[in-house]
């Protein structure tokens, strides 16, 4: 069986969360399933393996489960994107639009040095507004985003196409619904 067919019969769909007419796409399960999550770090390094990056940075909170094991199975830095208020030392800040709302997530300014190439990495890709926001924080200071990873991608929604186009990369997804 296909690695994204494995996924997709483990993730557990949620009906109507965290609104009606939503359905959420709940790893846990694949989180669960050690075999599964092997599985996928293989496949995530084997594909990111010839990239020479300096960093992966990761979206809270579960595109930190991705990017810390990425990061590990490539040796290289990992560097946390958290919601704002969440690090303790000198952050750079990023506002962004959501479908209902705004938020904001910071890095610690220090976290990646001018000439690094870096890649993004979240569960899931929808509007792309967080990895794009991500990007950007990254980008303000000289780092190059050479890359995005995600294992979900809801093709049905325009992330895909807002990345490739405004950063000129692929994005790179394990399945997509």
């Known amino acids: 069986m296909l690695l994204s067919d494995k996924i997709k019969h483990t993730i557990r ?8 007419g939503i359905v959420f796409k709940d790893i846990t399960p694949v989180l669960a399933d050690p075999a599964l999550m092997h599985e996928i770090a293989a496949r995530l ?30 040796g290289c830095r990992f560097i946390p994107i958290r919601k704002a208020g ?22 610690h300014e220090d976290a990646v040095k001018p000439g690094w190439r870096v890649l993004v990495q979240d569960d899931l890709l929808a509007t792309g507004g967080t990895a794009a926001a991500a990007a950007e924080l990254i980008e303000s200071v000289g ?18 196409e807002t990345l490739k186009k405004r950063f000129h990369v692929e994005p790179h997804y394990l399945l997509q619904y």
């Open 13 to 20: 769909d949620i009906y109507d969360y965290p609104k009606p």
């Open 45 to 74: 390094r084997e594909d990111f393996k010839n990239q020479q990056l300096d960093a992966i940075a990761a979206v809270e909170a579960r595109g930190f489960i991705f990017g810390a094991i990425l990061a590990h199975e490539l």
């Open 86 to 107: 969440k690090l303790p030392y000198k952050v750079k800040k990023k506002e962004y639009d959501l479908e209902y709302g705004t938020a904001c997530i910071e890095m």
């Open 143 to 160: 780092a190059r985003v050479t890359g995005f990873s995600f294992i979900i991608n809801l093709s049905f929604l325009p992330g895909y």
